[in-house]
């Protein structure tokens, strides 16, 4: 592949950081941060309330599985579209629409009387929140001097890692002492509250195109990601039976409509009008990246969707008890962030990502070990290694991958870089909870305990991730430091 566009170019326009992050800049930084905690502290709680909702709502786990499903392919739809919005609108334009519609999502999940309603308000949560850290990623690309990424990408995995640490935690005491609909109306107050200082603080940065949007693009972007997703999800329903040939018919479908979103990128972005541009792909170390990430993606959402049905239907846990397995290595993961930034910016990224995909994969295989009577310490010792190796890939991946691109390419980076993750993300949490399904409602239809009938599926997805999770440990020897972000280099 060509490495054409492994470096930022200079162009006359960019002004020099090298000296130091503009003050505005920085004070849009951190009103981003603040939205995307609240964006993904409402994207945690879920997760341990799923197995709940399931039991409330009378639906059986695959289907309540895509009120975590729906919400990351929604982004997934959302995302690609980001790298045109944020050239095509101004940041307080972008900013204001994202933040509200996730405070629309969220009074739609707060008064939903049932499941159908409580999907769609996910969904409109969705839209705003893919939004967010492509936002974010691409504007800390242009204010930040290269040399200093790491530190703040550090700052966004710290973001990143607390909001999962109290997601869960706070979503298991709310579920034991307040019910689900709290989830959304400790969310909304705070959601406003970010809506409200972002129309008074935030400013614009950059400058805007004036590029149609093509619509097509579009439509075969959700055909392309929801079909392959939509199948992925089937293969575990109707009991364990796989779902028959309709889930591999809408599967390829979805890398039909896939191929010609590309084949329509690929024309457009000749008159720069795409999409999504693909030419970021021309950048073997971005490349790399974003194949570990997906991956990475497949495998922690995957689990971290299937390890609170693990803990509350097989250990037999309470969902506050559950949450707080998962607390203190997501509190270390947060902390640990800044720390992994500072290494990154001093020692590259091998040093950070080989051990941490390791980590990953020898949590996943341990995981797949695990039974009804395996200690609640232990999991939790699981849970921070993971939790580690999280840590010390997150940097490096987003650092090193949209630091190898162009300047003008860093809106696009994000967008592709977050869509993958986010497939990544959808495609294993249906993976994982359909291979889950097909074990559980076989045992349950023979009469077996809903605890005995869960560990065989849990032990048996976990292995799949595990498996899954040993293609970052290759590719973690491939990725470089681009030469701008070394020490003592300037800004573009």
């Known amino acids: 592949m060509s490495e054409t566009a492994e470096k930022p170019l200079d162009t006359p326009s960019a002004p020099d950081r090298s000296a130091g992050i503009d003050p505005a800049g920085m004070r849009v930084i951190w009103l981003l941060l603040a939205a995307a905690f609240v964006a993904i502290l409402n994207e945690t709680t879920m997760a341990i309330a799923i197995p709940s909702l399931n039991h409330t709502l009378g639906i059986p786990p695959e289907l309540g599985q895509w009120l975590t499903s ?84 550090g700052r966004v995995g710290l973001v990143m890692s607390l909001a999962p640490a109290l997601g869960p935690t706070l979503s298991g005491v709310v579920l034991d002492h307040l019910g689900w609909r709290w989830l959304f109306g400790i969310i909304l107050p705070i959601a406003v509250v970010a809506l409200a200082l972002g ?106 969707s299937l390890l609170p049905l693990y803990l509350q239907d097989v250990a037999g846990l309470e969902p506050t008890a559950a949450g707080l397995v998962l607390l203190p290595g997501s509190i270390l993961m947060g902390l640990l962030g800044p720390v992994m930034g500072r290494i990154y910016d001093a020692r590259g990224p091998k040093t950070l990502l080989v051990p941490g995909t390791i980590l990953i994969a020898v949590s996943m295989f341990v995981y797949s070990t695990v039974g009804t009577d395996t200690p609640t310490w232990f999991l939790m010792i699981v849970q921070i290694l993971m939790s580690l190796g999280l840590a010390g890939s997150f940097t490096p991946l987003f650092s090193a991958s949209l630091g190898s691109l162009d300047r003008s390419l860093y809106s696009h980076g994000s967008a592709a870089l977050n869509t993958l993750q986010q497939v990544g993300g959808a495609a294993g949490t249906a993976v994982l909870i359909s291979i889950y399904s097909v074990f559980l409602h076989t045992g349950e239809a023979k009469g077996v305990p809903t605890a005995v009938a869960g560990e065989p599926g849990a032990h048996a997805a976990f292995f799949v991730a595990a498996c899954i999770a040993v293609v970052p440990v290759v590719l973690a020897f491939f990725i470089r430091k681009p030469a701008d972000q070394e020490p003592g280099a300037g800004g573009h």
Request: with cysteine; proline share 4%; glycine share 12%.
């Open 70 to 153: 729906a919400f990351m392919l929604t982004m997934a739809v959302v995302i690609p579209t980001t790298g045109f919005l944020l050239q095509r609108f101004t940041t307080r334009q972008v900013f204001l629409a994202a933040i509200g519609s996730f405070v629309l999502g969220t009074a739609i999940c707060l008064v939903a009387p049932g499941f159908s309603l409580l999907l769609v308000g996910r969904i409109v949560q969705a839209a705003g929140t893919g939004v967010m850290m492509p936002l974010l990623m691409t504007t800390m690309m242009n204010v930040v001097p290269p040399n200093s990424r790491g530190r703040m990408m």
């Open 199 to 304: 129309a008074k603080w935030m400013t614009n940065l950059g400058e805007t195109t004036s590029a149609p949007i093509d619509v097509l693009s579009i439509v075969l972007s959700a055909l392309a990601f929801g079909g392959i997703v939509y199948g992925l999800s089937q293969l575990g329903g109707h009991g364990g039976a796989g779902g028959g040939a309709l889930p591999w018919t809408v599967i390829a479908s979805g890398l039909v409509f896939l191929a010609l979103f590309v084949w329509r990128q690929l024309v457009l972005q000749k008159k720069n009008d795409a999409l999504l541009d693909l030419r970021v792909f021309t950048s073997r170390n971005y490349v790399v990246a974003v194949i570990i990430m997906g991956v990475v993606a497949l495998s922690m959402f995957g689990t971290f």
